[in-house]
């Protein structure tokens, strides 16, 4: 009897007994499958994203956040309808302001930690004041200071974004003599983009909150995986909160967070949000702590570097944590052009996504369904879906469709069959208006600013598709001037994807097997071992488009897949790229060689005219020609003739380099002849 005076049914050992042998639960038993969170599944897994520990780790924070920075720079510009007038460039006074300002408040925190613990080594007695608990307030005064520096900019609503990483003394997280080398690291961004209202700053941080998880867009990608990651981990290491402010440009008031971002994808706030007013028009704040082993220049600092090439509309600037300031100013003043969302293109689409699309369409009948939901799809290809169709189903003696037949009353079968000539058909390529390219001049003209080259060339492929979705490959070849010579292939290839830099996996890029697939030595190139040219050479690859959101290898967004078309195409634009440098190169061996020959008759000129002076002398009493009149008449007939001093320059312009081979005129790629590299002396 139970305690309320009814009988309970008396489970004995034969229900077990037979869920044991049945391998079924007994009843009751609530499974071993639990459900669980995306969040909770990547705050265990940041390494998935590239937050792991180690050096990259600080370029990932930079990376995150600079990208969803200048996406918000450009949706900002693309979005107000009172844009600046920008000049040409950045005036070069307000670099020189915004450093003087800035250099004063910084120190080199990494030189601090250094002395702290060589004293601590050293047994000597070291004070750290205790690290207070910031309020709102004193967040909101670090922020108040740390916009002075850029007022100019602000005011002149120049587009312009900033990173900070600083070196932090949190004692009673990690000791300061840290066995294991770890450091807690103080991480800013700043950027006077598009912002965010109150509602949009409840969704950031949170997973799958992009930009592009329902369409496809060629954009960095806006508050994805990336950000909410970052938070992950610097919760997770540091156990510290995320400071956000961040004010929308159509907005009156500005909205202040403190806040964690928990597992089952909500916020827990520990200041805010709370609406007021700051003294900036719009943009967005974020400041946060992670642990990671000590930073080292030649990472963060480079994906800055890098960044700002094939972002030249906006102005960067990096502080890392030695308190070294990086300005990368606006070069030009013309923002590129606001990209398309691409629809699904007919060739791309599987049979589960057309499930898929078939299940979430607003479209109630077939023909409405075939003809929006796809780009490429006219009416009357959508009937000659359809016929086709009722052919195969009246084969079986199955009921037909028509362009009216309502999406939500298809059957499993009618869907496959539909798929199966949605699947067959020819359909004209995606539209090519969804890629925005840097252009050839905008390439040529930064990278000329960048590096001051002797030569650079940019080429820019017209927009081809793959996978149903359209893409451009440019590619750039610059030479000589300030590039040094490389000691390795990552100093000459640099990868872009829609204008972000990829630093990391490089050999498993497609990007990078593309390049070491050309023919190097037909261009006069000579090449590292792994077919990376090398010398002082620097080769861009830029593959710009919606595309490549679906050809990443991981979520890290580090390497292309090896796609035929792509491969392809960044092939030809660097062949193309390659003849033209080829001929730069053949017509400065050509002048050099011309100046030589000169040169050498030069130096007989006064020697053959003394003598034909004294041959017409002797041969006629009555001439008296003059020798050194002779031999400069000689000198000025030498074609490309040039003093022995521009001639020596000339002749040691290219001594210790191994990029160009002296390759005799006259030869070319049909003859299949050998680079022969310079020695170096």
Request: aromatic share 10%.
């Amino acid at each position: 009897m139970s305690p309320s005076g009814k009988k309970t049914k008396k489970t004995s050992g034969k229900s077990n007994k037979k869920s044991e042998q049945t391998g079924l639960p007994p009843a009751g038993d609530s499974g071993d499958i639990r459900q669980g969170t995306i969040a909770k599944f990547m705050r265990k897994r940041t390494q998935l994203v590239g937050f792991e520990t180690g050096l990259n780790k600080h370029t990932q924070y930079a990376i995150e956040f600079l990208d969803n920075a200048i996406d918000a720079l450009e949706s900002w510009w693309w979005k107000t309808s009172k844009r600046p007038r920008l000049k040409d460039n950045l005036e070069p006074e307000i670099v020189d302001e915004i450093r003087s300002k800035l250099e004063p408040t910084l120190e080199d925190s990494i030189a601090i930690s250094k002395q702290l613990e060589r004293d601590i080594r050293a047994g000597k007695e070291v004070e750290i004041p205790a690290r207070r608990r910031e309020s709102l307030e004193d967040r909101l005064t670090t922020f108040r200071k740390f916009l002075v520096p850029f007022r100019s900019l602000i005011k002149k609503r120049e587009p312009f974004a900033v990173i900070q990483i600083t070196e932090v003394f949190m004692p009673d997280l990690v000791p300061i003599d840290d066995e294991e080398g770890f450091k807690v690291y103080e991480f800013t961004c700043f950027d006077n983009g598009v912002g965010m209202i109150a509602s949009d700053l409840e969704k950031y941080g949170i997973y799958l909150a992009s930009s592009k998880s329902e369409r496809l867009r060629q954009t960095r990608g806006s508050q994805g995986f990336g950000a909410p990651s970052a938070f992950s981990d610097s919760q997770n290491t540091t156990g510290k909160p995320i400071f956000t402010v961040s004010k929308r440009f159509t907005s009156e008031v500005t909205t202040v967070a403190d806040f964690y971002t928990t597992t089952a994808n909500t916020k827990e706030y520990v200041g805010g949000p709370i609406d007021m007013d700051l003294p900036f028009e719009n943009g967005t704040y974020i400041k946060l702590n992670y642990l990671n082993i000590q930073y080292r220049r030649g990472y963060a600092d480079t994906y800055a570097e890098m960044a700002s090439l094939l972002n030249s509309h906006v102005t960067l600037v990096f502080i890392d944590p030695y308190g070294k300031v990086f300005i990368y100013p606006r070069r030009v003043k013309a923002f590129p052009d606001e990209p398309k969302y691409a629809q699904p293109h007919p060739a791309s689409i599987r049979i589960g996504e057309f499930q898929d699309l078939l299940r979430e369409t607003r479209e109630r009948d077939l023909m409405g369904f075939l003809t929006r939901a796809f780009c490429r799809l006219s009416p009357n290809k959508a009937r000659t879906i359809v016929s086709d169709t009722n052919k195969e189903l009246r084969r079986r003696h199955l009921d037909v469709l028509s362009a009216r037949t309502p999406t939500d009353g298809l059957s499993k079968t009618e869907v496959e069959y539909l798929y199966k000539i949605f699947s067959n058909q020819d359909y004209i390529a995606p539209p090519t208006d969804t890629v925005v390219p840097v252009g050839e001049e905008i390439f040529e003209q930064t990278i000329q600013m960048a590096y001051n080259p002797d030569f650079v060339t940019a080429v820019t492929r017209k927009p081809t598709s793959g996978k149903g979705l359209s893409f451009a490959v440019e590619a750039c070849i610059a030479y000589g001037g300030e590039i040094k010579n490389a000691t390795s292939a990552p100093m000459v290839l640099w990868r872009f994807v829609n204008r972000v830099p990829k630093l990391r996996d490089n050999s498993d890029c497609a990007t990078w097997k593309a390049t070491a697939s050309v023919n190097w030595k037909n261009y006069k190139v000579a090449t590292f071992d792994n077919g990376i040219p090398r010398g002082p050479i620097m080769v861009f690859i830029h593959v710009a488009g919606a595309y490549v959101h679906v050809m990443f290898k991981g979520q890290s967004k580090q390497a292309l897949a090896e796609d035929e078309v792509m491969l392809r195409e960044i092939k030809l634009a660097l062949e193309d790229a390659g003849r033209k440098f080829r001929r730069f190169i053949t017509r400065r061996e050509t002048a050099r060689r011309k100046a030589k020959r000169a040169g050498i008759l030069a130096m007989y000129a006064d020697q053959f005219a003394e003598s034909l002076v004294s041959i017409a002398n002797d041969g006629d009493p009555s001439c008296d020609f003059d020798s050194e009149i002779v031999a400069g008449k000689i000198r000025d007939a030498i074609t490309g003739f040039e003093t022995l001093t521009d001639l020596e320059e000339t002749e040691t312009d290219t001594r210790g380099t191994d990029l160009v081979a002296d390759v005799p005129l006259g030869m070319g790629e049909e003859d299949g002849e050998d680079v022969l590299e310079v020695e170096s002396e």
